[in-house]
């Protein structure tokens, strides 16, 4: 249904004087003006008219945003359905089989952070390319060029794999259907209500297919940042694979501290500053990207 003529149906219940009001103006061919219709409808009429958007500004005036959409929602206002006019295709939702293949190996590499021997294979191959950078580095300094790394490559992901347009429609539907039961309560439209009501339960679906957009850029990010983790986990955690002088840092507020030490509860040093590293350069790459990971 076209957003205007539902418009217009919700004045017509509200107020069945809108019908006759909408029926005057139709008739006229011009541009309107407050001073040429205010003998037709009162003031509180023409304010509802422009805070809807039923009635736009024109170059001379206001015109009706949809003329076609008034008449189609007078001649049928009684026995018009309320359904929201944002479609969302859901056809472009489901997972390929590499997304899944993905979230299986994804789901198997968390294994890591309990068997030994997952760690160490992960660990000994990645050692191969980044223990160069460990040479060259203090390991604190390798952990903030890896969160910048793993930063980037998160920012890319999301933007490319997120469609960010489609979880738009997924809000603005769910708000539309939020605002119209608001309306019909009001009004005391029960039938409405629950027609409404019935709506928004076939709509939870559309739930779904937005979690499942959010999710679809995490596996492919998990699939890269868990190795990485599991990489520095294999180096710090005993028996320890980095030079005893490196196992230790200077962190802002904290002092100098283990890696391997608690600093917020169980929470280790060198997790605290992946993380700190990873959420501040991360802001700062999307913002020099202007790259969109939410819906507008």
Do not use: C
Not at 16 to 22: D, G, I, K, M, T
Not at 271 to 291: D, E, H, P, T
């Amino acid at each position: 249904m076209n957003r205007t003529a539902e418009k217009v149906a919700d004045l017509v219940r509200e107020n069945p004087e809108f019908e006759s009001v909408l029926s005057e103006l139709l008739d006229r061919e011009d541009e309107l003006r407050w001073r040429d219709v205010k003998d037709d409808m009162t003031s509180g009429q023409w304010g509802r008219l422009l805070q809807k958007d039923i009635l736009v500004e024109g170059e001379d005036g206001f015109q009706f945003a949809d003329r076609e959409a008034v008449e189609e929602a007078l001649g049928r206002t009684d026995e018009m359905e309320f359904e929201t006019d944002v479609d969302v295709d859901d056809s472009e939702s489901s997972w390929s089989t590499y997304d899944k293949a993905a979230a299986v190996g994804a789901l198997g590499m968390f294994a890591g952070y309990s068997v030994g021997s997952v760690r160490s294979a992960v660990g000994n191959v990645l050692d191969v390319f980044l223990g160069p950078l460990d040479s060259a580095l203090p390991f604190f300094a390798v952990i903030m060029v890896l969160a910048v790394v793993t930063g980037l490559y998160s920012s890319i992901l999301q933007n490319a794999l997120m469609d960010t347009e489609k979880m738009g429609a997924y809000q603005e539907k769910m708000k539309e259907i939020q605002e119209r039961q608001k309306a019909a309560k009001e009004r005391g439209d029960d039938e409405a209500v629950e027609r409404i009501r019935e709506e928004q339960m076939d709509a939870m679906g559309d739930q779904l297919g937005m979690f499942k957009e959010q999710l679809r850029p995490m596996v492919w990010i998990m699939v890269i940042t868990i190795p990485v983790f599991l990489w520095m986990y294999w180096k710090i955690r005993p028996p320890a694979h980095i030079n005893p002088a490196e196992a230790s840092m200077v962190m802002p507020m904290v002092g100098e501290v283990e890696l391997a030490a608690g600093v917020v509860g169980p929470l280790q040093a060198w997790i605290l500053w992946y993380i700190l590293n990873s959420i501040g350069f991360s802001q700062i790459i999307r913002k020099a990207l202007n790259i969109q990971t939410s819906p507008s």
